[in-house]
């Protein structure tokens, strides 16, 4: 059976993801943010196409958990608006976009003017939409595809954490590689619409915007996300 996009792909031959996207996606500017575009999913696009063919998932799983780096989710949404609003606190910096996914938040902080952005996603779908979306915006990003968290922090004076405590054991494994990050002297900001993993005592509000949250369940509706500063554990 031939795919949305009129051909057959060679059963058992891996998708290239960077065609895939560029085929059956489409690049738009985000919702509140204006200025970014980047590559999104739509009802159309077939992401389950994406999948390894020897992956174990079946259609209904891949299309009931899509691809994290398809959408613009609510932190990461956030967190880009505050800095596009306030360009000064990335501005001359190493940032490091952490749990980068499309790229949107490394976007944000290359066209404030941050002297150099790092994304880091394990995703390898993720990877080449994060290179698209750079192409597009007309930044330099520069792409670790590796998990970092169990490393020592790279060399960046700001790390941006859009959307890293969606589940209860990534925000684990997050914790210990933001603590090393203050410790070096790294500052950290955290995006995020207030889900139930969220460390709210290692938080300090710095604002809120409403942003549509396109990558979880509230739909296209704006609704109430905020930006925090980490900061380390009292006493």
């Known amino acids: 059976m031939s795919d949305s996009a009129g051909e057959t792909p060679e ?5 290239d993801p960077a065609e895939f996207i560029e085929a059956n996606m489409r690049l738009a ?7 970014v575009r980047l590559y999104q999913a739509h009802p159309g696009s ?8 020897d992956d174990d998932n079946g259609v209904d799983e891949a299309e009931s958990q899509p691809p994290y780096w398809a959408y613009a989710w609510a932190g990461g949404a956030v967190l880009a608006r505050y800095i596009l609003d306030r360009p000064s606190i990335v501005a001359g910096k190493r940032v490091l976009d952490l ?10 902080a290359a066209k404030a003017g941050a002297r ?5 996603e394990i995703d390898r779908n993720g990877v080449a939409a994060l290179r698209l979306n ?3 915006n007309g930044v330099a990003i520069e792409i670790v595809d590796k998990d970092i968290t169990a490393r020592p922090p790279p060399a960046v004076e700001l790390v941006l954490a859009g959307d890293v405590f969606y589940a209860q054991d990534v925000g ?3 914790m210990p590689f933001l603590d090393r990050c203050l410790a070096a002297g790294i500052d950290v900001l955290v995006g995020d619409p207030g889900r139930a993993w969220l460390p709210r005592p290692r938080l300090c509000l710095l604002g809120e915007y409403q942003v549509p949250d396109v990558g979880g ?13 980490f900061v380390a554990k009292s006493g």
């Open 134 to 136: 750079a192409k597009a």
């Open 99 to 108: 749990g980068a996914g499309s790229g949107l938040v490394g976007i944000a």
């Open 172 to 174: 684990r494994r997050m």
């Open 46 to 53: 077939g992401l389950r196409r994406l999948l390894e063919p």
């Open 11 to 15: 059963r058992g031959k891996p998708l």
């Open 217 to 229: 369940n509230g739909g296209s509706e704006p609704r109430p996300s905020a930006v925090f500063a």
């Open 29 to 35: 500017p985000v919702p509140s943010l204006p200025e």
């Open 116 to 120: 150099a952005v790092i994304a880091a």
